[in-house]
T-cell receptor, first 118, second 119 residues
Framework: NAGVTQTPKFRILKIGQSMTLQCTQD?????MYWYRQDPGMGLKLIYY???????DKGEVPNGYNVSRSTTEDFPLRLELAAPSQTSVYFC?????????????????FGPGTRLTVL | AQTVTQSQPEMSVQEAETVTLSCTYD???????LFWYKQPPSRQMILVIR??????QNATENRFSVNFQKAAKSFSLKISDSQLGDAAMYFC????????????????FGPGTSLSVIP
């Protein structure tokens, strides 16, 4: 199992450019998440998905969009990049706790994408 | 709304000594889960230990153990025999029970504690 993979690892954007951060998991998890981590801060939830075709906003969704056409993939789209979006982005996946077993609640994280908007 | 607080932005410990990282949370739920994640300089998020709220017994994983005080809403992490590889950011996380309305169980992270290990 590769677990959760993210591409690219690093990216520099100019203000106003757009890009898509890719995230793929091979663990058949129904839940997927996108977080951002600003320097010296914790993780903030951008968007999440509880299954293919179902997505919803998290704490800081403005400036981002997501889609979930398959169980495996959960891309994050940045439209009109702004300097405030400079951050490290983490994708994560897990089973939902509706499975009834705590063991499945663990979130598995990708290695992160460091994005700089200049 | 649930919140997670880590009151120690930075901590340090001598190699081979013991250190305790604090975490408190606020919730009105009775069914939830708590986690400690480690983030080394590589930025990878690594699960250290987990605790189910309905269990009174404190979780233990090798050198890592927790002191879970449900009434006080406290979930501290104790690292024994600290090693240089333990140096990292440590995040406390709260995961709510499954919400039938939203089909989503919320995960909330604390701001983190940066742990340094002194040789």
């Amino acid at each position: 199992n590769a677990g959760v993979t993210q591409t690219p690892k690093f990216r520099i954007l100019k203000i106003g450019q757009s890009m898509t951060l890719q995230c793929t998991q091979d663990m058949n998890h129904n839940y997927m998440y996108w977080y951002r981590q600003d320097p010296g801060m914790g993780l903030k939830l951008i968007y999440y998905s509880v299954g293919a075709g179902i997505t919803d906003k998290g704490e800081v969704p403005n400036g981002y969009n997501v889609s979930r056409s398959t169980t495996e993939d959960f891309p994050l789209r940045l439209e009109l990049a702004a300097p405030s979006q400079t951050s490290v982005y983490f994708c994560a996946s897990s089973y939902g706790s509706g499975t009834g077993d705590m063991f499945y609640n663990e979130q598995f994280f990708g290695p992160g994408t460091r994005l700089t908007v200049l | 709304a649930q919140t997670v607080t880590q009151s120690q932005p930075e901590m340090s410990v001598q190699e081979a000594e013991t250190v305790t990282l604090s975490c408190t949370y606020d919730t009105s739920e009775s069914d939830y889960y708590l986690f400690w994640y480690k983030q080394p300089p590589s930025r990878q998020m690594i699960l250290v230990i987990r605790q189910e709220a309905y269990k009174q017994q404190n979780a233990t994983e090798n050198r890592f153990s927790v002191n879970f005080q449900k009434a006080a809403k406290s979930f501290s992490l104790k690292i024994s025999d600290s090693q240089l590889g333990d140096a990292a950011m440590y995040f406390c996380a709260y995961r709510s029970g499954w919400d039938r309305k939203t089909s989503y169980d919320k995960v909330i992270f604390g701001p983190g504690t940066s742990l340094s290990v002194i040789p």
